[in-house]
């Protein structure tokens, strides 16, 4: 078993898609345990505020198999994959590490290169596992996350509260 590490967000009708996405990751993978929500700015974009959470998912198998469950369960909330990629959307679910795998395939680098430049990914990844060591950084998450730049990127804890999901 492979314990992998999953931002997930929405920005459309958000507490629904959320709480979704939450009982579809851990109706396939049981055991999985959620950050808080965080409300944070889109980002690349003009647009409703995001929410988003980072999941710790129990894997046997593959990071390509979770990638493939990941965008059937962003479809089930309702996202368009030929949705444009700067634009509001029902979910995004990024594998941000999978175990202590690097690589750098064709659509799934590990781990998330911008892992280290978002607010909204590091911070609840932090809450959820401070003494986790990024495998390419080699320091804890909780390290990482004290150096990062908070208040130039604010993230206020709202709904849902997916721990009981």
Partial sequence: MTLAYV??????????????????LRERY?????S???????VGFEG????NFVA??????EPAQLKRELELI????GRERDAPRWAPRAMDLDMLLFGEVVQDAPGLKLPRPDLMRWAFMLGPLAELVPQLVHPVQQRTVGELWQ????????L?????DLSQI
């Fill in 147 to 154: 150096c990062f730049d908070r208040d130039a990127h604010p």
């Fill in 74 to 77: 962003e479809q089930q909330c």
């Fill in 36 to 42: 808080r929500c965080y409300r944070n700015a889109a």
């Fill in 30 to 34: 049981p055991g999985t345990r959620f």
């Fill in 156 to 160: 206020l804890v709202v709904p849902p």
């Fill in 48 to 51: 409703p505020d995001f929410v």
């Fill in 56 to 61: 710790e998912v129990p894997v046997a198998g």
């Fill in 7 to 24: 931002s997930g967000g929405s920005n459309l009708d958000a507490e629904r898609n959320l709480v979704l996405a939450a009982q579809l």
